[in-house]
């Protein structure tokens, strides 16, 4: 079992994607950038299940992504100092604004479909310094999202 993965197995042994608030929405502007090439490509297994339309239960805490991060601790972000109380603050305001609860079940493409109405808000908040904005500039919808909140 992975670390910091819990027991959520599906009939066919795997085990269920898990995605807390801020990836729900940092996610759409993934393509193929992050810590290691191990951390990639857990990633784009991730990206490719949950665009297949696998369930997605919404947790709090690590999550599909995070297990794979060289910065997990157990279940704690140790980035920085105050990353993980940070980032839990990010992903409650995510599911805020997402309009979804911890322990949901949701499908990619429902969180798609609000992405739009959303990002203005989520951008203004947290995209400013964000250490991975150059990665998600490069994607055609973010340029297009910043625009907006211009
Ligand atoms: S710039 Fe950072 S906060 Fe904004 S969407 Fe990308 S990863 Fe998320």
Known sequence: ????????????????????????????????????PNFVEQLNDVMRRARAGEPIVVVQGSDSVCIHCPHLSGTICRSTGTSDSEIREMDENALDLLAV??????????????????????????????????????????????????
């Open 1 to 36: 079992m992975a670390r910091g993965e819990s027991l959520s197995v599906r009939l066919d042994g795997r085990f269920m994607l898990k995605l807390r608030g801020h990836h729900l929405i940092c996610l759409h502007f993934f393509q193929g950038e992050g810590y290691s």
């Open 101 to 150: 609860k911890a322990g949901a079940l949701v499908l990619w493409e429902e969180i798609e479909r609000k992405i739009f109405a959303v990002f203005p808000a989520w951008y203004r908040s947290y995209c400013g310094a964000c250490e991975w904005r150059s990665a998600c500039e490069r994607h055609d919808s973010f340029s297009g999202f910043c625009d907006e909140t211009a």
